[in-house]
Every structure is written in C-alpha cells, then in structure tokens.
C-alpha cells in the first residue's frame, strides 16, 4: 500500500492521529522536500515519529519513483508531504504510476495553506485563483501571473500568492556540468514579493495602462502558519516592502473587496511598529 | 485560552496529534455541530478523546458565546470545527469576542474540503471562486450562485460547489410559535445539486441566453471524502443527476478546461456500473 500523508504546517505535532499511527507502522517513509518546507528540522520529525525518514528531493520523486514504490505491492510505504497531499502542489503522477502498477493508494489529508490563511480573517469563500510569484532574475521578469490578480480583483475577489521557494536547485553552471551541487535553500519573502508586485505596477503605468492595483491596496503578509512563531500583517502593498516577518515561509494575499467583518478582523493584525 | 481546533474531514482519527493534547487537557470542549458533520458520532469522538463534549449548535454559537467563553481567562476551552477552524466556514465572531474580552486563542489547522477536494486530481492552483448550492423550494429556487460557475469557466477554472446541509433547522411554523422543535437534518447529495443546476441551464436556453455549461459538462461527485467510505465519480452534469454516492456529506464540482494529467487522473473515478 502506498500511503500519501499531509503533515500540516507548522509543527511535528500537525501530522493526524491517523497519520503518525501510519507512519509507525510502514517499512519505508519519504519525506518530501523539494516542494515546502516544516517549520521543524527532519530530525525532530524522525525523533517524533520513531522512524528514520528517507529523504525525496524533485530527483527521486520524478525520475526515481520506482524506487519509492519497490515492493508497496507487498509492504506499506509512506510519502509523507508538508500541507495536504495534494494542495498546493500535486502528486498526480506518484498515484498514476502506483495505480498503473497494481499498487492500493490511501490518501491522509491536513491542512494545506490554501485554506489555513483563512486564520488572518478574510473569508475563503471570496478568495478567487491562486497566482504564483516566482524569483525574477536579471533577464527574467515574468508579469504573466498579474492577470489572475487583475481578474481576481475585478470580480471583488482576494488573491493568495504563493511565494518561491527553491529547494536543492544547481546552478545552471553546475547543472550543464552535470554536478551535484547545489545553491543553498531560498525562500521569497514578502518584502521580494512586494517590491515586484510594485515593480509590474509601475511597468504598467509606464506602458500608460491602468495597474490593478496601486502601493496603497490592502495584502496581508503572513508568515510560517501554524507554527508557534506564526506572525501575520495586514497594511498597504507599499507597507509589505519593508516589514519584517522573520524566517520562511512566507505568503502574501492581495485583497479585493473587503467585507465589514474581514475588515474588523484585519484590525487583529497591524504592522508592526518600526523599533 | 481559547483553542479553535479543526477536525479534518472524515474519522476520530484525524484530528491532530496537537489537537488531540489540547482537547485533552482542556477544561470545556465544544463541538461545533451546525455547518458541518464529522463522518463518526459524537460518542465516539468522546470516547477517543476521553473527554465529553458539549454540542453547540447556531444559537448556542451566536446568541450564547459569552457562555462559551466564560472564564477563558484563568482556564482552557477549546471549540471543535469540522474541517478547518476557517475553512468553509467561519468563525470570526467567536474569536473578535474573545479578543474583546482580553482572552488569547490559538487555531489548530486542519484538512478543509476546499483543499481536500484534491484527491479527485483536479488541480487546486486551477479552481475559481467557490460557490454554495441551497435546497430550492417550491417558491424560492435562486440562480444567483451560477454567475459564479459562469465567471470561472470563461477563464478555465473548476469550481467547487458545496452543498447546503440543513441541521437543527426549524420549520417556519415552529419558529413563529417559538417551539424548540427540530428537522430532522437534510444534506443536499449531488444529485439533487445537478438536478437544480440542470433546471438552471434549461431557464436559461427558455430565456434565450448560452449557459455556461451543459448536460455534457464534465463533473466530479465526492462524497465523505476522507473517510473510509469515500467516493468519487467523474462524469457528466446529467449522470451526476442519477450517479448513487451512498449519504453524506457530499461535493460536487463542475470542470472548466482541463489539462491531461487532470484528465488522467478523473479515469481513476468512473461512473459506478447500473446494476
């Protein structure tokens, strides 16, 4: 049986009761590592659970996936992912590949960010798509994911941006070189979030076009939800430039129309003052 | 302190290890019982968490909170969500009135249905706007929701319909003579949703008007997801309309465009055999 368990957000203690009966008793747990990170170390994870965790970076998961379901005909294999299983990325094609081998597949679901921002008190229900921010590089300035932000908006509607993050990526020196070795973990906050966000806004005037949005619209800037160190910020596109929400992960939402209720709650989460 | 716990979505078990240990050490548990069901009884959820728990149901919840939150300051409370404290719901009155009285809370995050839907292999990142379906009656039969089903299809987007579930309502008369007398619960199953969204399309061919999607559209039936008896079915609006996914609760989502991994991945879903 092939088992795909969501751990949650924040802490060790976020996997279900179901989940870590699970993982106690399968012969062999990955840990998903290239698409999110736990607040927590692997450490703390494998002290918690009992059981030594194998590591499954973008490599393994796409290219080494056989290996991860050798013998789950027979015994019980976890692949545990941070969030849900299926939330903010997919593991569609371990599930297709483990069907098409005649393998059983068990779903254990947990909370994914998609609906724990709800916890900064802007209702899922007026949330539209999800939009992606991506580092930008000196050549590389993508604008495309600003449309969701503009359609979201015209229909009233929020927008959660998930923010970049690269896990065990090479260099493009290193990977035409075919080595093994790889940059140091980046997470985009919400300050790098923001200033682009800026950045398309001020390109769009500059092309005479009328921006979605301006440096005064109200985002929420949160940070590693979930976790005890949770930190959350509501204030103006121009005000998420410079706040400090510490470590990753981060998220920003943009927001449409605010109800009186949302607005309220918001009022919970002011900017911190500057020391 | 007041502790806003999710419960996930389908058995005992899925509350988290972090929940579990402030659930148990808690002085008052409430269980939220009015916009959700876990797929288990109360009974056995006290049993698992060798503690009872005191249902609160609408009125509790919104005319009796300082019963709820009586005391929070010197001792620990925790209220019980199916799903996410903030999923399909929400529950920021409880905790705007928590705030006001000076009293901490904490969220415990849990699997939503909005991200647990997952499981059917439709894309997250590819969902517009959530909509709720209502029970029609036979003066009352509101379309308004559809605009929303409209909107996200013209730009690609699934859209999640969760249906209305009717529990501890009041018939008219029973409220207007101010009798404590209950319905039994009602839950919308997805065939009585394409059932009233097929009505819709056919008003909106009389009218003169395109509707946004027809008898062919291709849908996915969910019901108790998460729990073990979980069922999925992909097929069309009009199969959707007879299609037996047992009781509840259940989901139903109409597809916008659809990439061929989503596509690959609703064939492990076909329609249950006519017997």
Not at 53 to 63: F, G, S, W
Not at 104 to 131: K, M
Not at 224 to 240: P, Y
Request: hydrophobic share 40%.
């Amino acid at each position: 049986m092939l088992y795909l368990i969501g751990l949650g957000l924040g802490d060790a203690e976020d996997i279900t009761v179901k989940g870590l009966e699970i993982v106690k008793k399968c012969n062999r747990v990955y840990l998903e590592s290239y698409t999110s990170i736990l607040a927590v170390e692997k450490e703390r994870l494998e002290q918690f659970y009992g059981r030594p965790l194998i590591t499954a970076d973008r490599q393994v998961v796409e290219q080494e996936a056989e290996q991860i379901l050798k013998d789950a005909n027979d015994i019980d294999i976890a692949f545990l992912v941070v969030g849900d299983p299926f939330g903010a990325t997919t593991h569609s094609d371990l599930v297709l590949r483990a069907v098409k081998m005649g393998i059983p597949y068990r779903i254990v679901h947990n909370a994914s960010i998609l609906s724990a921002v709800g916890c900064c008190g802007l209702q899922l229900y007026n949330f539209g798509e999800v939009a992606s921010i991506v580092f930008w590089t000196r050549t590389w300035k993508p604008e495309s994911f600003f449309d969701r932000v503009k359609t979201n908006r015209q229909n009233g509607l929020h927008t959660l941006c998930l923010l970049d993050l690269q896990i065990r990526e090479r260099s493009l020196e290193n990977l035409i070189k075919g080595r093994k070795i790889y940059e140091p973990p980046r997470f985009m906050t919400v300050n790098q979030a923001a200033q682009q966000l800026l950045e398309i806004v001020q390109n769009q005037r500059a092309r005479g076009e009328e921006p979605a949005i301006t440096e005064e619209t109200i985002c929420v800037g949160l940070a590693r939800v979930g976790s005890e160190e949770q930190k959350i910020a509501a204030g103006t596109l121009k005000q998420m430039c410079t706040v400090d929400l510490g470590g990753p992960l981060h998220s920003l939402i943009i927001t449409g129309n605010l109800h009186p209720l949302e607005v309220e709650m918001l009022k919970l989460f002011p900017m911190p003052e500057d020391d």
